[in-house]
């Protein structure tokens, strides 16, 4: 009768990826809004079910990540001027080469059941935390206060910030602050990871100068 109503519930990929991250009471209890007759060992077979599918699609973007780089595109813009076309080919051959080789040695180096956030953060960005990447953030988690240089590029603003957003805010205690100058926002600004990474586990609230992460989810879709 509900379905021929059109008001039966109906369980989206975002939907099952919130019901993931939630501890096991609450996540059973979500996934027995969309179909009361679940038993408690369907529930947890279909969350682990859930987790094995989200490791699926990172694998999959991954493998999207390593098929266009073994294609040189013809549109890449050349990082040098006033070259030979022989040595602009070289060049995009020499950049695809490296980032094949920097995609290929990633691994994961933590176990996707004990930081479901992280893997629900990975599926949502269509990117892979890599193995530098969680040595950082494990540091900063363990040791508080610490200070830790990483080169440019290594993922501190797009990855390593949102995990540790994910992190905290997952304790509940207490509300994160991230902090950042309005005029220093630029193309390369946080917003867009920290948003996708909101929309399934916390809410983020942009202010001129200031980014709140309150522990709450966030529902935008």
């Given at each position: 009768?509900?379905?021929?109503?059109?008001?039966?519930?109906?369980?989206s990929?975002l939907?099952l990826?919130?019901?993931v991250?939630?501890p096991?009471?609450?996540?059973q209890?979500?996934?027995?809004?969309?179909?009361?007759?679940?038993?408690?060992?369907?529930?947890?077979?279909?969350?682990?079910?859930?987790?094995?599918?989200?490791q699926?699609?990172?694998?999959?973007?991954?493998?999207?990540?390593v098929?266009s780089?073994?294609q040189a595109?013809?549109?890449?813009e050349?990082?040098?001027?006033?070259?030979s076309?022989?040595?602009?080919n070289?060049?995009?051959?020499?950049?695809?080469?490296?980032?094949?080789?920097?995609?290929?040695?990633v691994w994961?180096?933590?176990a996707?059941s004990d930081?479901l956030?992280w893997?629900?953060?990975?599926?949502?960005?269509?990117l892979?935390?890599r193995?530098?990447?969680y040595?950082?953030v494990?540091?900063?988690i363990n040791?508080?206060?610490?200070?830790?240089?990483l080169?440019?590029g290594?993922?501190k603003t797009?990855v390593i910030?949102?995990?540790?957003?994910e992190?905290?805010?997952?304790?509940?205690?207490?509300?994160?602050?991230?902090?950042?100058?309005g005029r220093?926002r630029?193309?390369?600004?946080?917003t867009?990871?920290?948003?996708?990474?909101?929309?399934?586990?916390c809410?983020l609230?942009?202010?001129?100068?200031?980014?709140?992460?309150?522990?709450s989810?966030?529902h935008?879709?």
């Amino acid at each position: 009768m509900m379905c021929a109503a059109g008001i039966a519930p109906f369980a989206s990929l975002l939907d099952l990826c919130r019901c993931v991250i939630k501890p096991q009471p609450q996540a059973q209890a979500s996934l027995l809004a969309f179909n009361p007759y679940l038993t408690e060992q369907s529930c947890c077979r279909l969350l682990e079910g859930i987790c094995t599918w989200m490791q699926l699609c990172v694998l999959e973007d991954r493998l999207e990540r390593v098929s266009s780089f073994l294609q040189a595109p013809e549109d890449m813009e050349p990082l040098l001027v006033r070259v030979s076309k022989r040595e602009v080919n070289t060049l995009r051959i020499g950049i695809h080469r490296w980032l094949l080789v920097q995609e290929l040695r990633v691994w994961r180096s933590w176990a996707a059941s004990d930081h479901l956030s992280w893997l629900a953060f990975e599926v949502e960005g269509q990117l892979q935390i890599r193995p530098t990447q969680y040595v950082v953030v494990e540091h900063l988690i363990n040791h508080p206060g610490d200070i830790i240089q990483l080169n440019m590029g290594e993922g501190k603003t797009r990855v390593i910030l949102p995990m540790l957003l994910e992190h905290w805010s997952s304790k509940g205690s207490h509300v994160v602050r991230y902090w950042q100058r309005g005029r220093s926002r630029t193309p390369h600004s946080p917003t867009p990871p920290f948003c996708r990474s909101g929309s399934t586990s916390c809410r983020l609230l942009w202010t001129k100068h200031m980014l709140t992460c309150s522990a709450s989810c966030a529902h935008r879709f």
